[in-house]
C-alpha cells in the first residue's frame, strides 16, 4: 500500500524506527521524505553513503550537516555544489588536505567559511589575506590570533579590512597612530573605541571632521578632563 507523502514523511521522523523501513524511505521517491531519513542520528552508515550520492541537493545537504560523516563521504560532498560545500566547509576536524582544497574554491562564501576555522594552518591564513576578494580578506582581518606580518598587510588594504583590523586587540601602536589618521571614517570610529588609546590620539580623534567619530569619542568613560 502506497501511503500519501504526509504519512510517509511522518514515519521518517518516528523516533524509533526499523533498519528495513528506513531503507525504504531512502528510496522514497519525495525529496522531504529522504532528507528526514538523512537526519536520523540511528541512519546506518550505508544509507549515510547512499544519500550522499542522491540526485536531489536538499537530499545531500542533509547529509552534509551531519557530524558523523566518514571520511570519504566528506571528500565526496567537498566537491559538490555551492550549498553543500558551505556545509562540508563548516566541519569541525575536518582532514587538512580538504581545508586546503576548499581555501582554493571558486565560491566567495566557502572560502570565507575557510577563513574563519580555528584550525586554518598559517600558509592558508596567509593564502587567503591575498585573495581577490575583500569579503575574505575581511574574514581574516577579524580572526582573534594573526602572524603579525599579516595584521600589517591587512592594515593596508581596502577600508573594509582596515576597519577590521582598527578593532582587533593587541595592535601595536604604530597601527593605532596610522589607522587614527586613515581617511575612512568608519576605520577611525573603530580607533576610537578601542580600550588602549592613547590620551593624545583621543584629543586628536576629538577634533576630527567626523561627526560619527566625534560621538564615539565622546561616548568614552575615560576622557581626559580639559
Do not use: C, W
Not at 1 to 11: N, P
Not at 93 to 113: F, N, S, T
Not at 116 to 130: C, F, S, T, V
Request: no cysteine.
Amino acid at each position: 500500500e502506497h501511503y500519501d507523502d504526509d504519512v510517509r514523511f511522518a514515519v521518517a521522523e518516528r523516533q524509533v524506527l526499523p533498519v528495513y523501513i528506513m531503507e525504504k524511505l531512502a528510496n522514497d521517491d519525495d525529496y522531504e521524505v529522504k532528507q528526514a531519513i538523512a537526519g536520523r542520528d540511528d541512519l546506518p552508515e550505508r544509507l549515510v553513503e547512499r544519500l550522499a550520492s542522491d540526485e536531489d541537493e536538499d537530499v545531500r545537504y542533509a547529509i552534509a550537516r551531519r557530524d558523523d560523516l566518514p571520511k570519504h563521504v566528506v571528500e565526496k560532498l567537498a566537491g559538490d555544489n555551492y550549498n553543500v560545500k558551505s556545509v562540508i566547509a563548516s566541519h569541525k576536524d575536518l582532514p587538512e588536505h580538504i581545508v586546503e582544497k576548499l581555501a582554493g574554491d571558486e565560491y566567495v562564501d566557502v572560502r570565507v567559511i575557510i577563513a574563519g576555522r580555528d584550525d586554518l594552518p598559517d600558509h592558508l591564513i596567509e593564502k587567503l589575506a591575498d585573495d581577490d576578494n575583500v569579503f575574505v580578506k575581511q574574514a581574516i582581518a577579524g580572526r582573534e590570533e594573526l602572524p603579525q606580518h599579516v595584521v600589517e598587510k591587512l592594515a593596508g588594504g581596502v577600508f573594509t579590512v582596515r576597519g577590521e583590523i582598527a578593532r582587533r586587540k593587541n595592535l601595536p601602536d604604530h597601527l593605532i597612530e596610522k589607522l587614527a589618521g586613515d581617511p575612512n571614517a568608519d576605520v577611525k570610529r573603530g580607533i576610537a573605541g578601542r580600550d588602549d588609546l592613547p590620551d593624545h590620539l583621543i584629543e586628536k580623534l576629538a577634533g576630527d571632521p567626523s561627526e560619527d567619530v566625534r560621538k564615539r569619542i565622546a561616548g568614552r568613560d575615560d576622557l581626559p578632563q580639559h
